[in-house]
């Protein structure tokens, strides 16, 4: 993808919206790459035990897919600075999982150029169920 | 309104600002690359070394969140909860309020991270499920050279 510039971002953009299906094995490939081993996400029975109608995705995977989402868009020379969200609605498995970002402003500060953002993921019926913010650092055509 | 008693013990308020104890994280190349698998990542600068070396980076970079995994032996987990910071609550039920990732510095293959936690605040709400504890948690991570890399801020709601 082409690289994007400090110059070229404006209030109110829209930056490219990232999908990630999250079936069983995204599920368990996340348990494994992050450590969390709760087996309301992976295992059925045992989520339905504790009153879920199924397994649910995890909350640091739809953080970790927003933090892709702004990797991949400031491309190789910027920068993720910081990215916060919070887990407000769940979302189910076998359900994809959209990361979605808006920029909020953009200011130059001790000589870094920098983008805030708001973003968030939605489930397939548009509802952000992890809404949040980021900055990021992006290069300059000057 | 008649002011009922506070969920907040003198216990958790002594436990405000408190440093847990260190847990060090260890970043290696497959930690890297088995997160950004799982992600979804197809940058090869998180699987191959040569690739993260052309673009400057030290070694294979750790995707965004990933700050390396604690070493976790069966029986002599860590205790890595606020209440190793020094306080209990009678509400069994935990919701993880979200997290925030502020970064200073990238981290990469090889790193040696440690991380130490501090409760940072503790609020009481009153929720539509009844009484809730807010705690705020803030998790600092310093690299083998001793320099801040990540600070992660946090919460989480018992209820």
Redesign the interface.
Known sequence: MAQVYFEDVTEGQEIPQ?V?PCDSQ?LV??A????DYYQIHYDKDFAQGTGLPDRITH???K???L??M???WVG?KG?????????RGMDHINKDVTGKGVVTGKKTENGANIVELEVWTEDPDGQKTTP?TAIVELPSKN | MTQTSSLITDEMRAAIGREGDPVVHEVDNTGCR????????S?PIFYEEAAAKA?GYRAVVA????LG??R?IPGKAAQRGPESLGFQTNLKRV?????????FDDVCAGDTITATMKISDIAEREGRLGPMLVVSTETTYKNQTGKVVCIL?GGFIRY
Do not use: K
């Open positions: 990232v990630l995204r490939l996340w494994a790459g992050s450590g909350g640091a995977l953080n970790a897919l933090g892709r702004l990797h991949e190789e920068r993720v600075r910081r990215f916060a969200c919070q887990y949040g | 088995q997160f950004a698998r799982s992600v979804g990542y940058d673009r995707p965004p969140g990933f995994h604690p976790v919701l993880n309020g979200g997290t925030d990732y502020e970064y801020r």
